[in-house]
């Protein structure tokens, strides 16, 4: 595609229940981030994939959350035991590689209720 | 630690009139920064970006300043229109990827 694609666009969990999120990046970039951002907040770094290896990830903020990028082209960053705290929107961006400007897919909105 | 901060969290202007919103900066490590724009609903959108071996850099109606010494970092449009109203994060990198972001400041323009 022509951009970063996330889905699903909304998410409303109940808090206990396990959910995965969707990022497709665009075609050929090596680079992929997912961010967490909370209302009225900047982006917080979360994890980090150079291909299909995961680099960093210094901000995933429990082992409740888990990503992967097993053919370094789409990932899923997964939370179990969903809680309220976890609400927010989760931002995934690429690039070509970690050293250019990363591009933003629109987000998904989770709510944990 | 490290960390980007913004001076003036909401910043508000009258159509046609320059806007210059600043961001300060930590870590003098850094050698890449980014300017943001995000619209509520969506992602962000990349405006412009400069690395620390400049100190100017421009765009269509918007110009980068770095200040190394300072450790500052300003954006600048050019005669702002309603279309620019949106909130701006500055971010930094110094990891070749892994970037920070500053709180943001949110442009409103009146007509």
């Known amino acids: 595609g022509a951009g970063v694609s996330q889905s699903p666009r909304y998410k409303v969990a109940k808090r206990g229940q396990d959910v995965a999120l969707r990022c497709d990046p665009i075609s050929g970039h090596v680079s992929l981030f997912w961010y967490q951002q909370a209302l009225g907040q900047g982006p917080e770094f979360l994890t980090y994939?150079?291909?299909?290896?995961?680099?960093?990830k210094s901000g995933l903020p429990s082992d409740r959350f888990f990503a992967e990028r097993p053919e370094g082209s789409v990932s899923t960053l997964k939370i179990q035991r969903t809680q309220q705290e976890d609400s927010a929107v989760y931002l995934c961006a690429s690039s070509i590689d970690g050293n250019t400007e990363a591009f933003f897919g629109q987000g998904t909105r989770l709510t944990v209720v | 630690g490290e960390s980007v901060g913004l001076h003036l969290p909401t910043l508000s202007v009258q159509e046609g009139d320059n806007s210059i919103i600043n961001c300060a900066y930590s870590?003098?490590?850094?050698?890449?920064f980014i300017w943001y724009k995000q619209e509520s609903g969506k992602g962000p959108q990349f405006i412009i970006d400069?690395?620390?071996?400049?100190d100017k850099r421009q765009g269509q109606r918007v110009t980068v300043l770095l200040n190394k010494t300072v450790k500052h970092l300003s954006l600048q449009i050019a005669a702002t229109q309603p279309g620019d109203s949106a909130v701006y994060f500055c971010a930094e990198t110094n990891q070749g990827g892994k970037l920070i972001f500053g709180q943001g400041t949110e442009l409103s323009v009146k007509p």
């Open positions: 870590n003098s490590a850094s050698d890449y």
């Open positions: 400069i690395r620390s071996n400049m």
């Open positions: 994939f150079q291909n299909e290896a995961q680099l960093d």
